[in-house]
């Protein structure tokens, strides 16, 4: 993963918010966010959060969707949705 990326998981919601706001904070000009499953709802609050709250001069977009396959916990694969939401000031 790189360094300009948020990976959005099961921690809670403004700690991936406070992870954007410090990147930016820190000089980073773009930071995607990212998430596959049920997180995605999460990601896009996390975009809308920053760009409303803390940066209202960030652009979000162009989002890319797409689908991942990867290995079910019972065996086999299985197909995932993912969402990178480019995040930039």
Not at 71 to 85: L, P
């Amino acid at each position: 993963m790189a360094e300009n990326e948020i990976l959005v998981g099961k921690k809670p919601l403004m700690s991936y918010v406070l992870a954007v706001i410090t990147q930016f904070s820190d000089g980073t000009s773009e930071i995607t966010v990212k998430a596959r499953g049920n997180t995605i709802s999460k990601a896009v609050d996390v975009a809308q959060i920053v760009k409303n709250k803390f940066a209202k001069d960030a652009k979000i977009g162009p989002v890319n969707i797409d689908t991942a396959e990867v290995e079910a916990k019972e065996g086999g694969k299985i197909n995932v949705s993912t969402i990178e939401i480019p995040i930039s000031k």
